[in-house]
C-alpha cells in the first residue's frame, strides 16, 4: 500500500455512504453521500423539505438510515445513535442552540462536559478554568458570569460552539447559523469559524444565504427532493448556478422595481416619531405603490418603529397619517382599523396560530368583513377568502385543512402574508419577510410583494438582508442608534452601500 504524500488531502473525519431514508413510504433520502474533511467548512445547501435536515438527524444518530453508513474517524456504523455520534466527536448546533438560559454561560459551555464524565457534583472552582481556557484559545469575549438567557442570539452561538469545543468536537454542524445575525455579527461568526478551521475542526455549513455559502466554504454540496444533485468545490460555482441547482431553473436575482408615478399620493406619512430609549425623531413618508425598505443593525430602533406603527410599542411623540388622515394608534386594532398590517419578525410565536389550521390562520385578521349584515361569518365569503389565496400563494399543503405547524418555513410566511392580504391593508410592513426561507420561495415572495404594490398597496420591509432590500425596494431608509441617518435612492441603492452605511 502506498503510504500518503505531504500533497495528499486528509482523510474524512465524518463520511455518510449511500444513505437512504424513507417516511411513511415517502422517499426522505435517496443515495445520499458526502464528507466532512478536517479543516474544511462543507456547506450543505438545498430548498426546504429537500432532505438537509433528515441528513444531519442521521449523521448525528438522532435518525437511523434505511441502508448506508456513517464512517466516523475509520470505524463503520450501520446505524449510531446520538450519545455513540457525540462520543465520537460530532456536534449539531441547531437554530434554537439548546442552551440552559438560566445558567450562566461558564455553566452551559462547560455542563454537558462533566455530565459526560458521569461527574455528579457539581464544582464551580473547576468549571470556570475550562470555559475561560477556551474562550482564550478562540479568542472570545463572553462574561462567564452572565446568565444565557439574557445574551444576544450572536453571542448564545458563541457559547454554543465553545460547549462544543469543550466536548471534544472533531465535527461541528451548523444548522442556518446566521439567520438572525446582522451583517457585523455574521463577519464575527465567519473568523471563528476560520479559527476552527486552523485547529482542524471539519464543518457543515447550512444555509439558504448563498452569498455565505460561496464565502466561508471550500466545498459545497446541493440537494433537491431528497437527492444530491452536485458536490464539489465551492470555487466552481456562483450564485446563479446554486440557485438553478437547487431549485431546477434559472432563478432572477436581479434588481426588478417599478416605475413609482410621481403624483402618487402618500399612503402614510410619519412626523417626528419618537420612543424614549428606542429612536427619536423619525420622518418619512411611502408612498401608495411603493416598496420602502428599513434596515439597520440588530437595536438600531428598526424593529421598534414598525411596531410602533402598528401598535404594539406606543409611540410618546410625533404624528402618523394614513392615506392623508391623522390617526392616533395605541393598539393594534387602532393600527389594523386605520389600514396598516404587520408580518412580524418571530412569526411563529408571533403572526401565527400554529396549531390551527391553514384556513383558520388566513382569514384570523379578516372575520369582520367576513360577515353578514346580521352579524354571522358568511360560509361562502369565508371560504372563498381561503381558497384564493391558498392557491393563489401556492401553499404547499395536502390541504388548507392541514395544521399550521406542519409547514415549512417558506409557506408558513405564505400564510402570513395571506392572513394579512385579507385585510386589504393600506400600508402592509414585513419585519425579515424571508428570514429562513429558501431561495425559490424567497424570490417567490419578492414577486407577490412587487405585484401587491403594484396593485397600489404600499409596502415597507424592515430588513438587514442587503440583496433583498436590493431586489426589491424603491428607497431604503437606513436607522442607526435610533436615528434615520441616510435614505437612499436609484443608483445609491446597492449591496455594498447599504452595508456600508448600516456599519458606519
Not at 444530491?228 to 465551492?234: A, D, I, L, R, W
Not at 402618500?266 to 420622518?283: F, K, P
Not at 386589504?424 to 429562513?436: A, R
Request: proline fraction near 4%.
Amino acid at each position: 500500500m502506498n503510504s500518503p504524500t505531504a500533497s495528499s488531502p486528509p482523510a474524512p473525519f465524518v463520511s455518510a455512504r449511500g444513505i437512504n431514508k424513507s417516511f411513511g413510504g415517502v422517499p426522505a433520502l435517496a443515495d445520499v453521500s458526502i464528507d466532512l474533511i478536517p479543516g474544511e467548512v462543507h456547506c450543505l445547501a438545498g430548498e426546504n423539505g429537500c432532505g438537509k435536515s433528515t441528513l444531519i438527524k442521521i449523521i448525528s444518530g438522532a435518525e437511523r438510515p434505511d441502508s448506508g453508513e456513517i464512517i466516523i474517524d475509520g470505524v463503520s456504523f450501520a446505524q449510531i445513535n446520538a450519545h455513540a455520534a457525540i462520543q465520537g466527536g460530532i456536534q449539531v448546533i441547531y437554530q434554537d442552540f439548546s442552551l440552559f438560559p438560566n445558567l450562566t454561560v461558564a455553566e452551559n459551555i462547560v455542563l454537558t462536559a462533566e455530565v459526560a464524565v458521569g461527574r455528579r457534583l457539581y464544582a464551580p472552582a473547576s468549571i470556570r478554568p475550562r470555559a475561560e481556557a477556551i474562550l482564550e484559545e478562540l479568542d472570545i469575549d463572553l462574561d462567564l458570569d452572565r446568565e444565557v438567557g439574557t445574551l444576544s442570539v450572536a453571542d448564545k452561538q458563541l457559547t454554543a460552539i465553545c460547549r462544543a469545543l469543550v466536548n471534544d468536537a472533531r465535527a461541528i454542524i451548523m444548522d442556518e447559523p446566521t439567520t438572525a445575525l446582522t451583517h457585523t455579527e455574521v463577519s464575527r461568526l465567519f473568523a471563528l469559524v476560520e479559527r476552527l478551521r486552523t485547529r482542524g475542526v471539519a464543518l457543515m455549513f447550512v444555509s439558504h444565504k448563498l452569498e455565505e455559502v460561496l464565502a466561508i466554504s471550500q466545498r459545497l454540496t446541493i440537494m433537491r427532493s431528497g437527492r444530491q444533485v452536485v458536490s464539489g468545490p465551492t470555487a466552481d460555482f456562483d450564485q446563479r448556478s446554486i440557485s438553478s441547482y437547487m431549485t431546477g431553473r434559472e432563478v432572477d436575482d436581479s434588481r426588478v422595481v417599478s416605475e413609482l408615478d410621481v403624483n402618487a399620493p402618500l399612503a402614510l406619512e410619519v412626523t417626528n416619531l419618537s420612543l424614549a430609549g428606542a429612536y427619536r425623531d423619525i420622518s418619512f413618508g411611502l408612498h401608495k405603490g411603493e416598496i420602502l425598505g428599513v434596515t439597520g443593525l440588530l437595536g438600531s430602533g428598526r424593529t421598534e418603529i414598525a411596531e410602533s406603527l402598528f401598535g404594539v410599542e406606543v409611540a410618546d411623540e410625533g404624528q402618523i397619517r394614513v392615506a392623508g388622515e391623522v390617526v392616533a394608534i395605541r393598539s393594534i386594532q387602532d393600527a389594523v382599523a386605520a389600514g396598516i398590517g404587520y408580518v412580524p419578525e418571530d412569526r411563529l410565536s408571533q403572526g401565527l396560530f400554529l396549531d390551527k389550521s391553514i384556513a383558520d390562520n388566513i382569514v384570523a385578521a379578516s372575520l369582520q368583513s367576513h360577515r353578514t349584515r346580521w352579524g354571522m361569518l358568511s360560509r361562502t365569503q369565508t371560504a372563498a377568502t381561503i381558497k384564493r389565496f391558498f392557491v393563489g400563494l401556492k401553499i404547499n399543503a395536502r390541504s388548507a385543512d392541514a395544521p399550521v405547524r406542519t409547514l415549512s418555513g417558506g409557506n408558513a410566511q405564505r400564510v402570513v402574508l395571506a392572513k394579512w392580504l385579507a385585510t386589504e391593508p393600506t400600508v402592509l410592513m414585513l419585519n425579515g419577510p424571508t428570514v429562513g426561507v429558501d431561495i425559490g420561495s424567497k424570490e417567490e415572495i419578492l414577486e407577490l410583494l412587487r405585484v401587491e404594490a403594484a396593485k397600489g398597496m404600499s409596502v415597507i420591509i424592515i430588513s438587514d438582508d442587503a440583496p433583498e432590500l436590493v431586489a426589491a425596494c424603491h428607497r431604503v431608509l437606513v436607522i442607526k442608534n435610533g436615528r434615520l441617518t441616510h435614505v437612499l435612492e436609484g443608483d445609491q441603492i446597492s449591496v455594498d452601500t447599504i452595508q456600508e452605511r448600516m456599519s458606519a
